[in-house]
C-alpha cells in the first residue's frame, strides 16, 4: 500500500522557520516528482513547490527566496524548509506524489501551518 505521511506543522510567529517533511512509500518515491501543495480557508489549493526525480526544482512566485524544497532519496523523504513566514502562509500543507511513468497522483493527509503573532 503506498502511503504519503506528512509531519512538521504547527503554529509559529511572523518571520520564522519552520521545516515540513514527507515521508512517501519507497516503491514510489525514486519514480516520481514530489510537490508541496497547500490550501487556504476558503481558497483553492495552489502548487507550493516541486521537485523532480532528477532534481529539478520549481516554486510558487509567492513563496520564491523564502521556501526551499529538497529531497533525500535513500530516506525516501522530501522536505519544505520555510523562512520567513507570514500570516500569508497559514494554509493546510499537503504532500504530493506523482509518478512520472504514469501520472498517478498520490496525496498526504495534510499538515496545518498557522503563522500568526
Known amino acids: 500500500q503506498v502511503q504519503v505521511v506528512e509531519s512538521g506543522g504547527g503554529l509559529v510567529q511572523p518571520g520564522e522557520s519552520l521545516r515540513l517533511s514527507c515521508v512517501a512509500s519507497r516503491m514510489i518515491f525514486s519514480i516520481s516528482d514530489m510537490g508541496w501543495y497547500r490550501q487556504a480557508p476558503g481558497k483553492q489549493r495552489e502548487l507550493v513547490a516541486v521537485?523532480?526525480?532528477?532534481?529539478?526544482?520549481n516554486y510558487a512566485d509567492s513563496v520564491k527566496g523564502r521556501f526551499t524544497i529538497s529531497r533525500d532519496n535513500a530516506k525516501n523523504t522530501v522536505y519544505l524548509q520555510m523562512d520567513s513566514l507570514t500570516a500569508e502562509d497559514t494554509a493546510v500543507y499537503y504532500c504530493?506524489?506523482?509518478?512520472?511513468?504514469?501520472?498517478?497522483?498520490?496525496w498526504g493527509q495534510g499538515t496545518q501551518v498557522t503563522v500568526s503573532s
Open positions: 504530493n506524489a506523482r509518478l512520472i511513468t504514469s501520472g498517478t497522483n498520490y
Open positions: 521537485i523532480e526525480s532528477r532534481g529539478k526544482t
